[in-house]
């Protein structure tokens, strides 16, 4: 009964000791792409991040350019854009520490289709700056910034 106690207690304190913990503002690599730790969730076990890279351009090529990064990589909701605003001091603080562009004070593609029809497809956008959301024609150039969940 002793082995085994002093079995669990080493599978224990072994697993504990390699848990990794994460908080908003740090720096991660996911499979050679840099971001930023913009939400945490299981006491910062696990979270999500924000690219450092950015682009603008039409709705369609950056969900292109989202899903280049690499497996996982894709345009953020509205919901998770508003918290990267909300954590946009420590997202910039961070890239700038880094030597990445901040996130400018500009419109920010969402993944959400608002609404589609024949000739156009109006998809959300959130406003780095006024802290608001919009819908607009998914053809106009704004910028993109990709998450990743881990």
């Known amino acids: 009964m002793?082995?085994?106690f002093a079995f669990i207690c080493a599978l224990f304190i072994g697993a504990s000791a390699s848990a990794q913990y994460y908080q908003v503002g740090e720096v991660v690599n996911v499979n050679g792409k840099p971001g930023v730790v913009f939400s945490v969730s299981n006491g910062?076990?696990?979270g999500k991040i924000v690219s450092v890279a950015q682009t603008h351009c039409p709705w369609s090529e950056g969900k292109s350019w989202c899903s280049q990064l690499g497996r996982g990589w894709r345009l953020p909701t509205r919901d998770?854009?508003?918290t990267i605003y909300y954590n946009r001091d420590a997202?910039?603080?961070a890239c700038n520490?880094?030597?990445y562009d901040p996130l400018?004070?500009?419109n920010y593609w969402s993944s959400e289709v608002h609404q589609a029809y024949s000739n156009v497809t109006l998809v959300w956008r959130f406003n780095m700056n006024t802290n608001s959301a919009n819908a607009d024609?998914?053809?106009k150039h704004d910028f993109v910034r990709a998450v990743y969940a881990f």
Do not use: P
Request: glycine share 10%; charged share 25%.
């Open 2 to 4: 002793k082995k085994f």
């Open 44 to 46: 910062g076990q696990h």
């Open 80 to 82: 998770e854009l508003m």
């Open 91 to 93: 997202i910039n603080a």
């Open 97 to 99: 520490s880094m030597g």
């Open 104 to 106: 400018v004070r500009d």
């Open 137 to 139: 024609n998914s053809l």
